[in-house]
């Protein structure tokens, strides 16, 4: 069953890397490994690896099915499947939400991240003592206009691949911006782990101390699994509907996982040795990136202006192609409404735009950092709900429905390529992770976001 637009992915390659660059995102750079090394290093690692795996791989894998299986966008597919309970179209409207609220949020984020690799090109961080790294970040990102253009810059970037369709915008600049990404990150791990004390920042990253893994670890480490994945916002449900109706769902869900744990790694191998080796703070959580990774370059003379440029270019590449899809997802839903795809684009990216100009607005001691929705300030707000409610939520009656509601034989006949591929592992999968772990697993991280 095709798309409405008749649009998809030409290729098997060309989807996993659409769907892996959606995956592969800002929160795999550098939230990973600081949340990794502060949880236990390589304790954290395992549980990590089980959580991305048999929960989150289980669900891209059941938004896979749901997407391909209708041909249609978040809002449309399910009462598609269960036309008798039309009420499920509200599952796929939660996801659309949480997407373009992911977006705004996102595209303050990127922005940062666009100016500091344009800075870095220019000179500019080079220039700066390293003890003012924390007031230069805090004085661009609380100044009115300056994080604003750059959003609009990186906004438009995203909005011409979009515009430029599935085959011919998405899945090419995919194929081309990941291997890209690839090949800049192996770069920095080989310069990282040369450096003297390097062996410090691995050993913070991989060793494996228990003592460190608390619960609150635990919950971390699920609750990476799910953002890192890209599950539970409807994108995934929408690259189903692209993926080719020859694709083994199962194989591309686990090549795609794959990839995203790999780069997840690589970022922690790139990072943490030149972190230690050059005697900085590892500690430094969302403002590592921004703070200590500047001093890191400066301290290695005329060679760090140049890993200072990749490092931030690969940041923002990692950033594109995740907004690609984000921005993809709520492209498609409007172009069903037969609205044309270059209209549904800008459309959106106006209107995702306002909202991520207010939240920038709102950041640190910006114009509007007065205004508050349940006592947060409109950034944190965004980011609260889209960090720990709204992903889990829809994650959560997404796998429900896959698990409980949907016809078990068209689940089979999807996996199975209608019955040219055995999927004898399917009731391992139907019957103990999707019906029952998965669940229970992002129930409780829900509720131990609300309390948070």
């Known amino acids: 069953m095709a798309t409405k637009t008749g649009e998809g992915f030409s290729s098997s390659f060309g989807a996993i890397m659409a769907a892996a660059g959606s995956a592969v995102g800002l929160g795999n750079i550098w939230r990973f490994p600081y949340i990794c090394g502060r949880y236990g290093g390589g304790a954290f690692l395992l549980v990590y690896i089980c959580f991305v795996f048999f929960i989150g ?3 891209m894998m059941s938004e896979f099915v749901i997407g391909r299986r209708t041909g249609e966008d978040p809002v449309k597919a399910y009462p598609k499947l269960k036309p008798e309970r039309p ?32 800075e870095s090109a220019v000179g500019t961080l080079a220039s700066i003592q390293d003890s003012d790294f924390g007031v230069h970040f805090n004085e661009f990102a609380s100044s009115v206009w300056r994080p604003v253009l750059f959003i609009a810059v990186f906004l438009a970037l995203t909005a011409l691949v979009v515009i430029g369709g599935v085959e011919k915008g998405v899945e090419r600049v995919s194929k081309l911006l990941m291997p890209i990404l690839v090949v800049l990150i192996f770069l920095l791990c080989i310069r990282s782990v040369t450096l003297k004390g390097a062996s410090a920042g691995l050993t913070y990253l991989f060793h494996p101390d228990f003592s460190k893994l608390t619960g609150e670890g635990i919950l971390a ?13 409807g994108v995934m449900i929408v690259y189903g509907s692209y993926l080719p ?4 769902i199962l194989k591309t869900s686990i090549w795609i996982t794959v990839c995203d744990f790999f780069i997840a790694v690589l970022a922690g ?26 001093v890191v370059f400066n301290s290695m003379g005329t060679i760090g202006r140049v890993f200072s440029i990749i490092f931030f270019l690969l940041l923002t590449l990692a950033a594109l192609t995740s907004a690609i899809s984000l921005l993809e997802a709520l492209t498609q839903w409007l172009s069903g409404e037969k609205i044309k795809r270059t209209m549904s684009a800008i459309i959106m990216s106006l209107i995702v735009f306002v909202l991520a100009a207010a939240a920038s607005f709102s950041f640190g001691d910006g114009i509007w950092s007065g205004f508050k929705i349940s006592g947060l300030q409109i950034f944190d707000f965004l980011d609260k709900a889209t960090g720990t409610i709204l992903p889990p939520v829809c994650a959560l009656l997404t796998i429900i429905f896959f698990g409980w509601v949907m016809n078990k034989e068209d689940i089979i006949d999807e996996l199975s390529n209608h019955g040219t591929i055995k999927v004898g592992y399917f009731k391992v999968f139907y019957y103990f992770l999707a019906r029952f772990v998965a669940p229970v697993a ?3 991280v829900l509720v131990a976001g609300i309390k948070n």
């Not at 996801?95 to 690799?117: A, E, M």
């Not at 480490?221 to 916002?233: D, N, P, W």
Request: negative net charge; contains cysteine.
């Open 57 to 59: 791989m289980i669900l």
């Open 87 to 118: 009420a499920w179209r509200f599952v796929g409207l939660i996801g659309l939400i949480t997407c373009f609220l992911i977006l705004s949020i996102y595209l303050v984020i990127s922005g940062w991240t666009l100016n500091y690799f344009y």
């Open 221 to 233: 480490a699920l609750g990476q699994a799910l953002f890192s994945l890209s599950v539970g916002m």
């Open 245 to 248: 109706k020859d694709e083994n």
């Open 269 to 294: 191998v790139a990072i943490f040795p030149a972190v230690f080796a050059c005697g900085q703070d590892p500690t430094g959580g969302p403002g590592l990136v921004y703070q200590v990774l500047p």
């Open 442 to 444: 992002l129930l409780v």
